[in-house]
């Protein structure tokens, strides 16, 4: 059964940084694409990166480029989302994401889990 568990949001002033990690298993991690989404207070869900089976490729939003990391340890089954230089605006809840394929109906399923709220204020 796929697991996803999020953990390392908080609380933390404009400026500061949070290390985000999720915890994979049930599946073969190092064959998947992986992804942190976030959700913002009166928003819908938006993609925040994402990041090959090999971490050789990364894939940013916009409004994060430059602030966030997204990096994975295959050998942990883990995946994380440095957050450096946080804004108000990076209030949200943040989720992991996975797309695996399942074998028995040979369909690609959504997996995610349950969020870690981060909380930018003063």
């Known amino acids: 059964q796929v697991q996803l568990v999020e953990s390392g949001g908080g609380l933390v002033q404009p400026g500061g940084s949070l290390r985000l990690s999720c915890a994979a298993s049930?599946?073969?991690?190092?064959?998947?694409?992986m992804y942190w989404y976030r959700q913002r207070p009166g928003k819908e869900r938006e993609l925040v990166a994402d990041?090959?089976?090999?971490?050789?490729?990364?894939n940013y939003v916009v409004s994060v480029e430059g602030r966030f990391t997204i990096s994975r340890d295959n050998t942990k089954n883990t995946l994380y989302l440095q957050m450096n230089s946080l804004k108000h605006e990076d209030t949200a809840v943040y989720y992991c994401?996975?797309?695996?394929?399942?074998?028995?109906?040979?369909?690609?399923?959504?997996?995610w889990g349950r969020g870690t709220q981060v909380t930018v204020s003063s």
């Open positions: 990041i090959t089976s090999t971490g050789g490729i990364t």
């Open positions: 049930g599946f073969t991690f190092n064959d998947y694409t």
């Open positions: 994401n996975a797309r695996i394929l399942d074998m028995a109906s040979d369909t690609i399923r959504v997996h």
